[in-house]
């Protein structure tokens, strides 16, 4: 059947298995990230455009194409939020918290809204990871912040992934980096289209971002960031570097990296991966010093980072923890009270075990062919295989006032006193 309806173009539905996936990767960063002191908040899809325009940039992509904006009711200027830091910022000033106590540990995870032209790994919603550090000047921000995400990606299986890593110095190198750049790209505008052409007079940081070829070609012999940093910030950014190689944490220099937001300041990085196609930025993040001063708080600086969940979990070696499966068969209508009775008992003493009960008794022949198509689907090499069984509770049970438990990966059956399923249960499982 042709179904009357279909998700909106870009976005998709997380269903089990890969939602479990999801959910398991949000577990692990919630555990990570609360051991290094950052609380989990939770901030509106939607805020005010002007948000996004002041902080992420009027000239970018991101804020001039890229925005679901639209008026609510009363005419007031809404846009559903394309990342996570400007709402964070807008909550910590709105609710004190730039004004308490520092270092100030932020992280959340939801869904992110951008209107690109969907294709691999890229959609209109996309789901990030965010971490941001409030009120630390000195590198050992960078330091923390990238520990924890290190520690992060490793406890998902990668081992060989690198920060890229690059300084675009402060506000007043940018503007000298940017001049100089539009110096050098000037003569090759004309080749440019009528876009990067405005990026070149409003913005030509933005540039970076651009795939036209003859962008890309003038940009080759650009002038980098790094030739235009400041004292202070070429110090910062040798002492990052330092702190990096001293916590083992790998990284390789990107002197092209200026990502595509006009918030950061000094430290910006991201982490590409091999396995991905066009679109291969697992993640970005970088320093902001200016930005909660520029939002209406106080002077503070800060540092972030947003992993693209999409993206992560496309490559993410790690396999969401091996639970155990237990399909409990009541043979008769009569018998699924029992056999309700009897999960509860068997959640209890194998906790972490999933047991589902055939509320609709469709009799053991039904419910071992969907048992072993379970046991199919749990693939090859699963270790779940192993804690897969069947519990049948049928007309010959119920006469012994017993119980037969069938282990999938053997076939071998069992049939013992229904008071013993716990205990007995709780040994079939360590076989
Ligand atoms: P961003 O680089 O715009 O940075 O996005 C971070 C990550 O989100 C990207 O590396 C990518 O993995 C993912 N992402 C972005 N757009 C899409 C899309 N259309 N589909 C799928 N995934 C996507 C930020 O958002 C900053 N707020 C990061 C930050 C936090 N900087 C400081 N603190």
Same mark, same amino acid.
């Given at each position: 059947?042709?179904?009357?309806?279909?998700?909106?173009?870009?976005?998709r539905d997380l269903l089990p298995p890969e939602s479990e996936r999801f959910a398991a990767a949000e577990t692990i960063a919630r555990e990570i990230f609360s051991s290094y002191g950052y609380g989990e908040t939770r901030t509106p899809i939607l805020?005010?455009?002007?948000?996004?325009?002041?902080?992420?940039?009027? *000239? *970018?992509?991101?804020?001039?194409?890229?925005m679901y904006t639209f008026a609510d009711r009363k005419g007031r200027s809404l846009t559903m939020r394309p990342e996570n830091t400007a709402g964070i910022v807008r909550a910590a000033i709105e609710r004190g918290l730039a004004a308490g106590p520092m270092p100030l540990r932020l992280?959340?995870?939801?869904?992110?809204?951008?209107?690109?032209?969907?294709?691999?790994?890229?959609?209109?919603?996309?789901?990030?990871?965010?971490?941001?550090?409030?009120?630390v000047a000195g590198?050992?921000?960078?330091?923390?912040?990238?520990?924890?995400?290190?520690?992060?990606?490793?406890?998902?299986?990668?081992?060989?992934?690198?920060?890229?890593?690059?300084?675009?110095?402060?506000?007043?190198?940018?503007?000298?980096?940017?001049?100089?750049?539009?110096?050098?790209?000037?003569?090759?505008?004309?080749?440019?289209?009528?876009?990067?052409r405005r990026k070149l007079a409003e913005n030509p940081l933005r540039l970076f971002e651009s795939k036209d070829p003859a962008v890309r070609k003038a940009l080759q012999a650009a002038p980098q960031t790094l030739d235009f940093l400041d004292d202070s910030s070429r110090r910062h950014h040798e002492e990052v570097r330092r702190l990096l190689s001293a916590a083992g944490i790998p990284y390789r220099d990107d002197p092209a990296l200026v990502r595509g937001l006009d918030y950061y300041t000094r430290t910006v990085f991201e982490v590409v991966s091999g396995d991905l196609g066009a679109q291969d930025a697992i993640l970005g993040?970088?320093?902001?010093?200016?930005?909660?001063?520029?939002?209406?708080?106080?002077?503070?600086?800060?540092?972030?980072?947003a992993i693209g969940e999409d993206r992560l979990l496309s490559v993410a070696p790690f396999s969401s923890a091996v639970?155990?499966?237990?399909?409990?068969?009541?043979?008769?209508?009569?018998?699924?009270?029992?056999?309700?009775?009897?999960?509860?008992?068997?959640?209890? *003493?194998?906790?972490?075990? *999933?047991?589902?009960?055939?509320?609709?008794?469709?009799?053991?022949?039904?419910?071992?062919?969907?048992?072993?198509?379970?046991?199919?689907?749990?693939g090859e090499r699963s270790l779940e295989r192993e804690r897969m069984f069947a519990v049948l509770l049928g007309s010959r049970e119920r006469e012994?006032?017993?119980?037969?438990?069938?282990?999938?990966a053997t076939g071998e059956q069992e049939t013992f006193p229904r008071s013993e399923l716990a205990e007995r249960f709780g040994a079939a499982r360590e076989r």
């Open positions: 059947m042709t179904p009357r309806y279909r998700a909106v173009k870009g976005t805020e005010a455009t002007e948000l996004f325009a002041r902080s992420v940039g009027e *000239t *970018t992509d991101l804020v001039h194409k890229e992280w959340c995870h939801g869904p992110q809204f951008r209107y690109e032209r969907p294709q691999a790994g890229r959609y209109r919603e996309f789901r990030q990871i965010d971490a941001e550090l409030f009120g590198p050992v921000a960078e330091a923390e912040i990238l520990r924890m995400l290190v520690a992060f990606l490793r406890a998902l299986g990668f081992r060989a992934l690198s920060v890229s890593l690059n300084s675009v110095g402060t506000a007043e190198s940018r503007a000298a980096f940017g001049q100089a750049l539009r110096k050098h790209l000037k003569p090759n505008a004309v080749s440019f289209g009528e876009d990067d993040g970088g320093r902001y010093d200016n930005l909660v001063e520029l939002l209406g708080g106080p002077a503070l600086p800060a540092i972030g980072f639970r155990g499966w237990a399909l409990l068969l009541p043979q008769e209508p009569e018998d699924v009270d029992e056999a309700l009775g009897l999960a509860e008992d068997l959640r209890r *003493t194998a906790p972490g075990l *999933t047991v589902e009960v055939d509320l609709l008794a469709r009799g053991f022949k039904k419910g071992m062919a969907r048992a072993n198509t379970l046991f199919e689907e749990a012994q006032g017993a119980i037969t438990v069938k282990k999938l």
